[in-house]
């Protein structure tokens, strides 16, 4: 039955260095678009939202952080908000 599912392949390019490729179920972009989306933004915004998220974690919940790692995650924080238009702790209810 999984290979019923239909599918999409993102490429990623990285300064054109090196590029990688994602499958995710199409469906679940539909689930997770906001509005009129288009799969490319919804998986640009998914993949902002598992960068701050992780890095909120590793920086507020984790064990042990320094400058350089707290000065990256306030700046995807920044590159949250620009994208987004709120905050990580309004967007996601979550606030210290």
């Known amino acids: ?3 019923e599912v239909e599918t999409i392949t993102f490429s990623i390019d990285a300064d ?3 590029t990688e490729t994602v499958t995710v179920p199409a469906g679940l972009l539909d689930l997770v678009a906001e509005g009129d989306q288009t ?3 919804t998986i640009g915004d998914v993949a902002l939202l ?3 998220s992780r890095a909120h974690h ?3 919940h984790g064990e042990g952080t320094d ?3 707290e000065a990256q995650e306030s700046r995807v924080m920044d590159l949250f908000e620009e994208r987004f238009g709120v905050t990580f ?3 996601t209810g979550h606030q210290h």
């Open 1 to 3: 039955m999984t290979d």
């Open 16 to 18: 054109g260095e090196e």
């Open 39 to 41: 799969p490319t933004e």
């Open 50 to 52: 598992s960068f701050a």
């Open 58 to 60: 590793v920086v507020h």
């Open 67 to 69: 400058e350089e790692l």
């Open 89 to 91: 702790g309004e967007a």
